[in-house]
């Protein structure tokens, strides 16, 4: 997410991986929204969680407790009011492969990002000044029904698609992988924090990402800090267990338990297949 930042000279000081780092954890400190001035991050090298066939698992994992299936891909055109089902927790629409949400600015961020792309299509983009205006709450002013067709339309479009894969990767995946390698842990780690960005979002309080991960290094050392990994990883979900509890509407924590932690147990760390885990009741087999 955009927000308070390093500033520019500081950065200029730096080169490389160090840039990176840097700005990833710019954004894993900052809050507020993702607006489009957030840096556009590489991934790095193909290794790690970001080689072609983990970043493919990574996918369908999350897309199993996202979406109640492996099949990533068919969800860019999902969208729904108030899955969290309740007043407090709201976070208006959520859609697309990720969760995108009208509530927390990302939503807003990807429809901006897609008008770049497709300056003329005008069947989603004119709701960007109601997007803008709902941004931080659950009202669907200006949205309603016209808004989720116009979603579900754009679904369809290799353009749209594009979008939200480079908004996931922007906000979400990259930051993982980066973090992830700064702290010196694997693949399976970096498909932690991952997870964890989804859910909780970039940000420093409490029950963000990164609220959750300092926490974590207050119980146990990352690799890069001279600890051990698994036990990073175990306190790490442990933090995040805690802060799902805390939220009604992510008060399931299966997809920590029931598959995260089984891959931590197994010492599966590369995260190879056969994965088989659970989700919400549901169960899934990547052979």
């Known amino acids: 997410m955009a927000g308070a930042g390093r500033g520019g000279a500081a950065f200029a000081a730096l080169s490389g991986a160090a840039v990176l780092l840097a700005a990833v954890l710019a954004i894993v400190a900052a809050g507020g929204s ?15 969680l970001n080689a072609p066939a983990k970043k493919e698992i990574a996918q369908q994992l999350v ?115 980066a973090t992830g390698r700064a702290d010196r842990i694997g693949t399976l780690g970096q498909f932690i924090y991952y997870d964890a960005l989804v859910m909780h979002g970039p940000g420093s309080s409490r029950d963000s990402f990164g609220g959750i991960r300092r926490d974590a290094r207050e119980l146990a050392p990352t690799p890069a800090d001279g600890g051990d990994e698994v036990a990073y990883l175990n306190a790490f979900l442990d933090v995040r267990r805690a802060a799902m509890k805390r939220e009604e509407g992510h008060s399931d924590t299966s997809r920590v338990d029931d598959a995260q932690r089984v891959f931590l147990d197994a010492g599966n760390l590369v995260l190879d297949p056969p994965l088989r885990w659970k989700t919400y009741g549901d169960s899934y087999e990547i052979p």
């Open 63 to 177: 897309s199993s407790a996202e979406n109640s299936s492996l099949e990533w891909r068919k969800q860019y055109g999902y969208i729904e009011y108030n899955v969290e089902h309740n007043a407090a927790e709201n976070r208006g629409y959520t859609g697309g492969l990720i969760g995108f949400t009208s509530r927390t600015g990302d939503m807003l961020g990807l429809v901006r990002y897609f008008r770049a792309l497709h300056p003329r299509s005008r069947q989603l983009t004119r709701f960007l000044p109601a997007l803008k205006r709902v941004n931080g709450t659950p009202s669907r002013r200006g949205l309603g029904k016209p808004f989720v067709r116009a979603w579900k339309a754009a679904g369809r479009s290799a353009k749209f698609r594009a979008a939200q894969d480079h908004e996931r990767d922007r906000i979400y995946f990259c930051p993982a992988v």
């Open 34 to 48: 993702t607006a489009a001035a957030a840096p556009d991050l590489g991934c790095g090298p193909p290794t790690g």
